[in-house]
């Protein structure tokens, strides 16, 4: 047995030993083969990096080469352009050698002008002096002297030209006038009725019409000019008329005078106190008159100024019917159809008070009433479909809510029922208004008054801008402007009036 085993040791020892020489010899192998690959891959490499530098050169000398042709073209081009230069500023050097010739050659023409227009001057004051001496004027004053003849003889023949026109005109004015009546009737077929324009005022006796029109008339005078009413004082016992379109002014001038007649002192003085505390009166019975429209119809929150102007349609008519009554019959109207509709009566209501608000607007405005009323509206606050309602009630503007076409059918509702109008007078008040404008926009005008429905207007001016002189042209220009710019019926009588008034007072 133990021979055996140190047999099998001996045997397992001589295994490793030749095991272990195999292994040695097999990686001296690999090593060697691997050594060998290595040297044959990096040859390669070295092939390959050659390669590419030798491709790398030849692209840079390509590129260089390209680049070296731009530079070329590039210097043929700059020496093309730097001949041309040369040649233009050749060609300018010419043209401004010939430019100097010219100008110095012009300085001699000038210079022999110049010496020939201070004999010419020579001449010409030598014969204004010969002239001068045999005429016995100066230049001056035969300057103005044909300035004179001259304004004579164009004012001659304009006058002689006007004249010709108004001999044709009244020889065709009833051929035309007959048949613009013609189309009229035509056109627009209502009754019609006499303009309210006349209040009458009653008196106990006659003998207060003396006082009333006081020594040499001063006090009819005076109250004409404070109120802007004409004053008839005729035949007609116990009453005295009062002439204005405007029926705020009528109102004011008959409180004036039952309080002038009441108290008994009539004189200038105390007629314009009496018409200012009038005017202040009336002014707080409008604004007295708006509120408790506002409160009858339940509308609220309504800016002041829209409260005032609503009171003021008590003293306005449109085509005859109180604008008043227009106005709240219409609010009602508007509130019931919107609650019919299953719209807001409220604001229904507050569009028909207030749609012709611009009738009553104190600005001359260039446009219908309907475009005032609504930028009334819309200066004081007012919401937009309330806006809008007012201005498109006669199609000024297009209709953008469902109140504006009710305003419009129940304006024209009550417009049009039996008996609500007698009369068209907007296109007569407007005509007043235009009349009383007109005079007003010529300098020194202080005040204008339109009166006898329109066959005069009176025009008050200050005595310290114009002179009496100036009175008369200025009725004449204005009477030709009315003429030329306005339509109306008959004639149109124009009073300036010019008045000096001195005031103290003793203390």
Do not use: W
Not at 257 to 270: C, E, K, S, T, Y
Not at 399 to 415: H, K, N, R
């Amino acid at each position: 047995m133990l021979t055996l085993f140190i047999i099998g040791i001996a045997s397992l020892l001589v295994g490793a030993g030749i095991c272990f020489a195999i292994m040695r010899m097999s990686s001296i192998g690999i090593i060697k083969k691997a050594e060998e690959e290595a040297e044959v891959i990096k040859k390669n490499k070295i092939i390959e990096a050659k390669e590419k530098f030798i491709a790398l050169k030849m692209e840079h000398e390509k590129t260089i080469r390209e680049q070296e042709k731009k530079q070329q073209q590039v210097d043929q081009r700059l020496q093309q352009r730097e001949q041309q230069l040369n040649q233009r500023q050749g060609d300018l050097q010419r043209q401004l050698n010939e430019l100097n010739q010219r100008s110095q050659s012009l300085d001699q023409k000038l210079q022999a002008v110049e010496f020939k227009s201070q004999e010419i001057d020579k001449m010409h004051h030598a014969a204004q002096q010969q002239l001068e001496q045999l005429s016995g004027l100066s230049a001056e004053e035969a300057k103005a002297h044909l300035i004179e003849s001259l304004k004579d003889e164009a004012k001659t023949n304009a006058m002689s030209y006007i004249n010709d026109i108004m001999d044709d005109a009244r020889m065709t004015a009833a051929k035309e006038a007959k048949k613009i009546i013609i189309q009229t009737i035509q056109r627009v077929s209502s009754e019609t009725a006499a303009e309210n324009t006349v209040s009458i005022f009653h008196i106990e006796n006659d003998e207060v019409k003396g006082r009333i029109i006081g020594r040499e008339g001063r006090n009819i005078r005076a109250l004409e000019a404070a109120t802007g009413v004409e004053i008839v004082v005729d035949d007609t016992p116990e009453a005295i008329t009062l002439s204005a379109f405007d029926p705020v002014r009528r109102e004011i001038a008959r409180l004036s005078l039952h309080q002038l007649v009441q108290d008994g002192r009539i004189h200038p003085a105390r007629i314009e106190e009496v018409v200012a505390k009038v005017k202040k009166q009336i002014e707080e019975e409008i604004i007295e008159i708006g509120k408790r429209t506002t409160i009858d119809l339940g509308i609220h929150g309504l800016h002041p100024e829209l409260i005032r102007m609503v009171g003021r349609m008590k003293y306005r008519s449109s085509y005859g019917q109180n604008l008043l009554q227009h106005s709240r019959e219409t609010a009602n109207l508007c509130a019931a159809m919107a609650a019919e509709l299953g719209l807001n009566p409220k604001r229904a209501r507050r569009a028909g008070l207030l749609h012709d608000i611009g009738k009553v607007a104190e600005e001359d405005l260039e446009m219908p009433h309907a475009e005032v009323g609504m930028k009334m509206c819309e200066k004081y606050g007012e919401k937009p479909d309330i806006c809008n309602a007012v201005g498109a009630h006669h199609d000024e503007c297009e209709m953008e809510t469902l109140i504006a076409p009710i305003v419009q059918a129940c304006d024209a509702i009550s417009g049009a029922r039996p008996g609500a109008r007698r009369e068209i007078v907007e296109t007569y008040v407007k005509r007043l208004n235009d009349l009383e404008n007109m005079a007003r926009s010529y300098p020194g005008v202080v005040k204008t008054y339109a009166l006898q429905a329109g066959r005069e207007l009176r025009v008050i001016v200050g005595a310290d801008k114009i002179s009496d002189k100036d009175t008369e042209l200025l009725s004449f220009d204005l009477a030709k402007r009315i003429q030329d710019e306005m339509t109306y019926p008959g004639q149109v009588k124009v009073t300036v009036i010019r008045e000096i008034r001195a005031v103290n007072v003793a203390k």
